[in-house]
């Protein structure tokens, strides 16, 4: 069966970096989009950013643009959040998602448990 198990979480000091990591089973990862989501307290699930299966990215997220780095590694099996400059409003659970399909636009079907992202002074 389909599994996403996100790791690299923590507490992270405004400014500060975190890299988050996913690793897929179950599925021809090669052949499919994955997106990063995050819902914060109190706040609904929103996108951050997706990669197709080409590598070709998308970002959902504004306030992450420039700070946030989607990649993916086929041979491992694994796609890769990279955030730097981080503020307090970036504290959330991130969650890894799978696409219905090869790029970012054909909505996501299965989810892993998410890893929770704290930045605080």
């Known amino acids: 069966q389909v599994q996403l198990v996100e790791t690299g979480g923590g507490l992270v000091q405004p400014g500060g970096s975190l890299r988050l990591s996913c690793v897929a089973s179950g599925f021809n990862f090669n052949n499919y989009a994955l997106a990063w989501f995050r819902q914060a307290p109190g706040k609904e699930r929103e996108g951050v950013v997706c990669?197709?299966?080409?590598?070709?990215?998308?970002t959902y997220l504004d306030s992450g643009k420039g700070r946030f780095t989607i990649s993916r590694d086929n041979a491992e099996k694994t796609v890769y959040l990279q955030m730097d400059s981080l503020e307090l409003e970036d504290t959330a659970v991130y969650y890894c998602?799978?696409?219905?399909?090869?790029?970012?636009?054909?909505?996501?079907?299965?989810w892993g448990q998410g890893t929770q992202g704290t930045v605080s002074p």
């Open positions: 998602a799978k696409g219905r399909t090869v790029g970012c636009h054909n909505g996501y079907d299965y």
């Open positions: 990669i197709s299966w080409q590598g070709i990215r998308s």
